[in-house]
């Protein structure tokens, strides 16, 4: 098989979540240790960050990456879903897994592959695993896909686990209340590996010290010993960074980040507190590599749409935030930007409770929906329907270029455009 009959077997045959949601969860993990076995157990012959949370593993991950790389250290990356390419899922240093490689993995796995039937997703954990230990990288950053204890990515023996934060996603798996889902992430713990929390939140707390406890594990909660402040934007030719005021005990400094959501705010206190952590374990890494890490993070590792500008006159911002807190802080940002009329071009998924979503979203905004080229898409004349109960009106453009076109003609120079209500809508934008 060529790479595009590679991606159509896999695409195919095997079962996938972002495509067809519920069908493809598998709840436990005797499919990927089946796998890893089969592959040499390729995932201890590599040293591993483990990244999970609602909100925030992907920035995170794709942060250390950045900040192991520019430590010169060959890192690894996965993360899940791929925007674009298949490939974007496995990275090192920022550079995506070569396409002869994922022929080779599936040829010499096809038989097994068949025989197992293991989900997408598990299968590409293994592919992962095993690219890694091929071309022997110093680390790897691992995001967790869903919760964590019964995820496939949860084989590996970590240097650290790192948990950005809990919120109300993914409740038909991973429970109805914060410290049960908060529970499911917790399974990312081991025995005697340190754990960062990026975010402490009341209800969750307990559930952490308790595993922690448990698997004697080390446990920093980052808010205790990092807090920061927003300064503002600054522009630095085409592209624009964050400027943070970072206190840590006694000292303080301004950092440029290049992901300038302000929900980031969460983020670089547990991305502090892992540099920190591995620092402590003997890995070399200057201040100077994590400023360069956090400044050039898209570039360095090829990160796309978490508050991506695409456009101005009028403003066009994309943000993948999904769920009840992510769209809550994509609101409160739209707050800070002056604009005439703001325009929402907006597209979900069927199995998320959508309802407090569309309650949360503003009423006076010009509203296009659409709906991402996927089974799992909510159909966009539904999502219409469901907006108008809550009191939200607009267009019916399914297609998304087409309904991002149709906000930009419509548009004024001085008007505000977001892009976003789920991952796959921001993954289907022509020009990110």
Known sequence: MNYQETLDYLFNSLPMFQRVGA????????????????????????KSIHVAGTNGKGSTSHS???????????????TSPHL???????????????????????????????????????????MAFWYFAQQQVDVAIIEVGMGGRLDSTNVIIPELSVITNIGYDHMQFLGETLPEIAGEKAGIIKAGIPVVISQKQPETTAVFLQKASEMNAPIVFAEEIFSLKKLGETKKGAAIFAEFEVNETENSKIISFGLIGNYQRYNLPGIFESVNQMRKKGWKIPDQAVRKGLEEVTSLTGLKGRWQVLGQNPTVIADTGHNEP????????????????LWMVIGMVQDKDISKI?????????????????????????????????????????????????????????????????TFVVAEIDEL
Do not use: W
């Open 23 to 46: 069908s493809a969860f598998r709840k436990d993990l005797s499919n990927t240790l089946a796998l890893c076995a089969r592959l040499g157990n390729p995932e201890r012959k590599f």
């Open 64 to 78: 250390l990456a950045a900040i192991f790389q520019s430590a010169g250290y060959k890192t690894g990356l996965y």
């Open 84 to 126: 674009k390419s298949f490939t974007e899922r496995i990275r090192i240093d920022g550079i995506e897994m070569t396409e002869k490689a994922v022929v080779q993995f599936v040829a010499e796995n096809k038989g097994f592959l068949d025989e197992l039937k293991p989900s997408f997703f598990e299968m590409t954990v293994g």
């Open 326 to 341: 992510g769209i809550r802080e994509i609101l409160a940002q739209l707050k800070t930007y002056t604009y005439q009329s």
């Open 358 to 422: 569309l309650a949360l979203l503003p009423k006076d905004a010009h509203y296009v929906f659409c709906q991402a080229d996927l089974p799992r898409a909510l159909p966009a004349d539904q999502l219409a329907e469901k907006a108008a109960n809550q009191g939200l009106k607009g267009e019916i453009i399914p297609k998304v270029n087409d309904a991002l076109n149709f906000a930009r003609k419509n548009a004024k120079g001085d008007d505000l455009i977001f892009v976003g209500g789920s």
